[in-house]
């Protein structure tokens, strides 16, 4: 059943989260106002505290304290909130021909050729010398300019087009118009030592009129090229959602939603929302640092009977972890990529995907039945759709997710979210029953 109220609330969530840093702001505020504090603001916690860590913007731990000792485990709902999309490089903004550009490097795995001739927006943050952090955003809001990247005509595309698809649109040409000049009268050539550069300096004093930031203020950014737009409901019947950055936000709203509707119990409740999945969950915000070790580390400390490296490590043992991230939806007019019986479908419920990985379940976490059976008749008893697939056909590619990551502490964990549709597409489609039933199925999973 498709919760209504709950699914404007996510396309909300999208609209506002275009980046890693806008979703773990959201998703801080939203804990605030369910009672949530910083960790730091606490010298002791009891069952039914609520408090939250959060690492460098960008990675947020929340934990729910439940009223048995945390070293018999806990109940963690794992997404990332990071998305395939196009870095403003460091030193990126130039003038060529009268034609000004952002020069970026694109984050993930996407298909380069997908994001030309499309309306794009500028959003992330600018730390300046003296201190300040200034937020960007533009290109979203009515009255905004859009920005582009170009393509060539198909009268002049003959050699493009004899050009495999990862070749047509090299990643160095993946650069954003975001200005122009006007060439002299005479030529291109004419008056061009006088007019050199004249349309980026006009870039960069619209720059430091709204935003008061400087081209060596590039160096210290950290911008990000992302599809303008608002979430959109698809189809006549709406019954689907198309919006930027599904993969993984539609897992991570979901959880985190889950974990604030939760009832405190006996077993602590968390909810991981981590960066850099999309790379390799790298980093000092990605799964594979020690963040949630020393979010958890601080959680142990501040319980009765204090920190020990044994409690640690047992409450990480003996946990149960959804790694929840999204499964590639069944695509009818290119059924030769799925086994279609170990498919899932839009509209099929939540998938539980056993192992992901590339061919012979490289980089797998492998889930053990045992954990799987229990979870099926908990969903079962809730009256929740499930479905068990994979992510396509054996040796056709792969990929992986933050379970591997998290089995490593020996947990018992599942690949569960939502199947996408044009996964890591600028544009991607959701099934709001989907999204409806893995919310129900996270907020379930709360109370094992």
């Avoid at 300019?145 to 993946?174: C, N, R, W, Y």
């Avoid at 640092?289 to 490590?313: C, K, M, Q, W």
Wanted: charge should be negative; include cysteine.
């Amino acid at each position: 059943m498709v919760h209504k109220a709950f699914i404007n609330d996510y396309k909300a969530f999208l609209d506002g989260g275009k980046t890693e840093r806008e979703c773990a702001a959201q998703i801080v505020a939203a804990a605030r106002d369910a009672g949530f504090v910083d960790i730091g603001t606490v010298d002791s916690l009891k069952s039914g505290d609520k408090v939250y860590v959060q690492q460098m913007h960008k990675a947020v731990a929340l934990f729910v304290i439940g009223s048995g000792d945390i070293a018999d485990g806990m109940n963690i709902l794992g997404a990332h909130i990071d998305s395939p999309r196009l870095d403003v490089k460091q030193n990126p903004l130039y003038e060529k021909d009268f034609v000004v550009y952002l020069n970026t490097h694109y984050y993930g795995g996407i298909k380069k050729y997908q994001w030309v001739t499309l309306p794009l927006a500028l959003h992330g943050v600018v730390c300046k010398k003296d201190g300040t952090t200034v937020p960007v955003s533009l290109g979203e809001q009515d009255g905004d300019p859009v920005f582009v990247i170009s393509d060539i005509l198909p009268h002049l595309a003959q050699d493009q087009m004899k050009k495999t698809a990862s070749d047509f649109i090299p990643g160095e040409l993946l650069d954003v118009i975001v200005g122009t000049g006007i060439p002299q009268k005479g030529g291109a050539d004419s008056g061009e030592k006088e007019a050199k550069d004249t349309a980026k300096k006009h870039s960069l004093s619209l720059l430091a009129e709204r935003y008061g930031i400087a081209e060596d203020d590039f160096g210290s950014a950290e911008l990000e090229i992302v599809p303008a737009g608002r979430a959109r409901d698809c189809g006549f019947d709406r019954s689907l959602v198309l919006a930027y950055g599904q993969d993984d936000r539609s897992c991570a709203y979901a959880s985190a939603r889950a974990l604030f509707e939760s009832v405190p119990a006996a077993r602590t409740n968390v909810c991981l929302c981590v960066d850099k999945e999309e790379i390799g969950s790298v980093g000092a915000t990605g799964m594979a640092s020690h963040f949630f070790e020393n979010a958890l580390a601080e959680v142990i400390a501040r319980l009765p009977g204090g920190y020990s490296d044994l409690t640690l490590r047992r409450a990480l043992a003996h946990s149960n972890m959804l790694s929840s991230d999204v499964n590639a939806a069944y695509d009818p007019l290119n059924a030769d990529l799925f086994d279609r019986q170990n498919a899932s479908f839009l509209g099929g419920g939540i998938v539980f995907n056993k192992y992901t990985g590339s061919r012979g379940k490289s980089g797998a976490s492998d889930a053990n039945p045992e954990f799987i059976a229990r979870l099926r008749a908990l969903l079962d008893d809730h009256g929740v759709s499930y479905q068990m697939a994979e992510l396509g056909r054996v040796d056709q590619g792969g990929g992986g997710t933050i379970a591997y990551l998290a089995a490593k502490y020996g947990m018992n964990v599942l690949d569960a979210g939502v199947p996408v549709l044009s996964m890591h597409a600028p544009w991607e489609l959701t099934s709001k029953e989907d999204v409806s039933q893995a919310f129900d199925a996270y907020k379930a999973f709360l109370t094992l």
